[in-house]
């Protein structure tokens, strides 16, 4: 056996590596590592957005554009004309239909990202492009890469809830100062449903066209029936469960409170704040678990 | 560096890794050879701090993967069987972002990511994405991530497996670089050339345990002759043919495409061959390689 190539030039090789120096030795990374590796991977995470820059801000003023544009001139003048409105304020008087499902567009564009986001890019992370393996042999650890990601979603969701929110303004369809909280509360919608669907996503081993399973049978569902075009309470009582679990309905109500005073005891706010709230918190647990134990294999 | 002591890893009831230990010092370059399913990358895996282990001892550095995950891998470069660069970024990017990851600042990553771009030979393809690289650059880019920390040791999962032989040469000169600069290797392989070139010391492995152990040269000597005379006397006749060359040289292997004799001179075997009336169809004398060292102890080839 010879040997095919040869050093060529030891002394070159020799000066190319007698390169920079890092500022830190091992222990002092590990250290930065063990502290900030959650916001390291988000750094990572909104970089990599911008290379889909364009499609985040399509969506982002797209979406409420072509909803406010097509409900404003279309179904909301409709609806006005013909029915003494289902929805009232406290005092009984009827509320412009578009006021009524404002909160409803809004917490269905959160819903909405936090799918995208956590459903083929996730899958992609650890099967397709493996990009969740190179920073899991970096000092960080899986638990960090799962909350870089779960702080890179609510970063797109308070970006896509908060311009909702500057179109809904001019439009007329918030009543109420305290309308702008609807950009937090929608924003805990979509980790409320995003997260469990991550979780779901990190445990898919192989594609067999489960996301357009969840797309049919639980996204699509949860529109209809979660009071976003009318009330829950106009469905009969044997699928308004459906509404019940939804997180999309409690999203909703939480901003139909907020945006234009809807009238709830303050039990039931407390128990849609509480129930999206839990919702995000078992998603993002269950996804620690699932990415620690696939990460480590 | 690092210290395995019956490292063993469980998938299940079968056990990838079962009960291997070795040492690995300082500026030595060491290779794990053995085909595929040997339990190369689970053993990779533990050292570089990402997989537990199922039980058995190890110490990367002198710290515990298990506890010090973290600490462990900041002293490490890791580059995989699979490389995993992050296509939504550029070439450079890939390079700064992976920096981030060991905390280091901007300011040392930006000129760190140019310097290693020029040593993997990348510099014009800064601004390129992912996509547009061939394999080998995506094989170079890989490596350069592995050094932005300028670890002191480096783990090499099959560097040049899938990549044409132009390719392969490139990246060889590289690792040799690396060696010659003191940083410690640690790669797997399933090339015996690679192995030859690169490696210092190997343990050859088969089904997760460990055959034999010593630097390339030892383990010929000693587990093979100087040379090796191939014989093909096409794929029906080559174990009929096999028991007329009872006698000759050391040892005789009979693969279905060819007969191996183990000789120290090829030539005297070969003439012996041709004196009891023999015609092979082909005929070739070289020297020992460790595909015949693997050969012996497995009695199977590597790359099937
Ligand atoms: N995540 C895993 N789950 C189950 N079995 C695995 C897993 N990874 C590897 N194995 C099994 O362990 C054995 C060793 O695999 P590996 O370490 O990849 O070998 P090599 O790198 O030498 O080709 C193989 O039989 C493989 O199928
Ligand atoms: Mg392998």
């Known amino acids: 056996m010879t040997r095919t190539w040869q050093p060529a030039d030891a002394a070159a090789a020799g000066r190319q590596r007698a390169g920079l120096r890092p500022p830190l030795d091992p222990l002092q990374s590990a250290a930065r590592a063990r502290r900030f590796g959650s916001l390291y991977y988000l750094e990572h995470w909104l970089r990599a957005m911008r290379g889909y820059g364009w499609t985040v801000a399509l969506t982002a003023v797209g979406t409420p554009l072509v909803y406010l544009f097509g409900l404003g001139v279309g179904l909301a003048a409709l609806v006005d004309a013909n029915t003494s409105a289902a929805a009232s304020l406290g005092s009984g008087r009827p509320v412009p239909y578009l006021v009524f499902v404002a909160p409803a567009l809004l917490a269905t564009a959160a819903i909405m990202v936090a799918t995208d986001e956590n459903t083929y890019p996730v899958m992609s992370g650890f099967k397709w492009r493996r990009t969740y393996y190179g920073p899991n042999a970096s000092p960080l650890s899986s638990h960090q890469l799962v909350n870089g990601h779960c702080l890179g979603v609510l970063c797109r969701l308070l970006l896509t809830t908060g311009l909702y929110f500057l179109f809904l ?40 066209g489960q996301f357009a399973l969840v797309q049919r049978f639980i996204v699509m569902p949860l529109f209809l029936f979660s009071g976003t075009y009318f009330p829950l309470e106009a469905m009969p009582l044997v699928v308004r469960w459906i509404g019940w679990i939804s997180p999309l309905w409690h999203s909703t109500e939480l901003g139909r409170v907020l945006s234009y005073g809807q009238a709830e005891p303050a039990w039931l706010t407390a128990v849609h704040l509480g129930y999206l709230a839990l919702l995000a918190v078992a998603g993002w647990l269950a996804a620690r678990r699932i990415y620690a134990r696939r990460l480590g294999k | 560096m690092i210290s395995a002591r019956n490292l063993t890893k469980k998938f299940g009831d079968v056990a990838a890794v079962d009960g291997i230990s070795f040492e690995v010092r300082a500026g030595e370059s060491f290779g794990l050879l053995g085909p595929n399913g040997a339990g190369k990358s689970t053993t990779m895996r533990m050292i570089g701090g990402v997989s537990r282990r199922s039980s058995g001892e190890l110490a990367i550095m002198g710290l515990d993967p298990d506890r010090y995950g973290p600490e462990v891998r900041a002293h490490l470069g890791v580059v995989p069987q699979q490389d995993n660069l992050d296509e939504e970024l550029r070439v450079r990017d890939n390079l700064i972002v992976y920096g981030r990851y060991f905390g280091l600042p901007h300011s040392y990553l930006r000129p760190k990511a140019d310097e290693l771009l020029e040593f993997a030979q990348l510099t014009d393809k800064a601004k390129s994405k992912i996509d547009a690289l061939s394999g080998g650059m995506k094989r170079r880019l890989t490596i350069a991530r592995s050094l932005i920390n300028e670890p002191r040791m480096l783990l090499l999962d099959e560097p040049t497996t899938g990549l044409d032989p132009q390719a392969r040469h490139i990246l060889w000169d590289r690792l040799f670089r690396l060696k010659e600069s003191g940083v410690t290797l640690i790669l797997t392989t399933h090339y015996m050339d690679e192995a030859e070139q690169l490696c210092d010391r190997l343990i050859v492995v088969d089904k997760g345990r460990i055959m034999a152990e010593g630097s390339p040269a030892a383990l010929i000597r000693e587990h093979s002759t100087r040379e090796v005379l191939e014989l093909r006397f096409g794929s029906e006749r080559n174990a009929s043919v096999a028991a007329e060359l009872a006698g000759i040289g050391e040892r005789q292997e009979t693969l279905p495409d060819r007969v191996l004799i183990y000789a120290d001179d090829g030539e005297a075997a070969l003439e012996q061959v041709s004196a009891r009336g023999l015609r092979p169809l082909t005929t070739l004398v070289r020297r020992s390689s460790l595909e015949d060292v693997f050969l012996r102890l497995t009695g199977r080839s590597l790359i099937d």
Do not use: C, H, Q
């Open chain 1, 169 to 208: 303004l001019p439009a007329g369809a918030v009543l109420e100062a305290s309308g702008w909280m609807m950009i937090l509360t929608s924003a805990l919608g979509g980790l409320a449903f995003g997260l469990p669907v991550m979780a779901y996503a990190a445990r898919i081993e192989e594609d067999k």
